[in-house]
């Protein structure tokens, strides 16, 4: 992860380990479709949790949601 600002990962830190695994293998990339998130930063928003960074297979800009509870 490159950064993240604390609110944030106090969230993610409130996510189990192997589902947070999960959330970071199974990114949309209109490249390459599901793949897996790198160099991602987080961000705590109203909704919940961006995820912003780049596809493991073609390095195209993602993102990925994780909604609040």
Not at 36 to 45: A, G, K, L, R
Not at 51 to 57: F, T
């Amino acid at each position: 992860m490159s950064k993240a600002d604390f609110s944030a990962l106090q969230k993610w830190s409130k996510i189990p380990k192997d589902i947070q695994r999960k959330i970071l293998d199974n990114v949309f990339c209109s490249n390459c479709f599901v793949t897996t998130i790198v160099d991602y930063t987080m961000i705590d928003e109203k909704h919940g949790i961006v995820i912003k960074g780049k596809c493991k297979k073609c390095g195209k800009d993602i993102a990925r949601v994780v909604e609040n509870e």
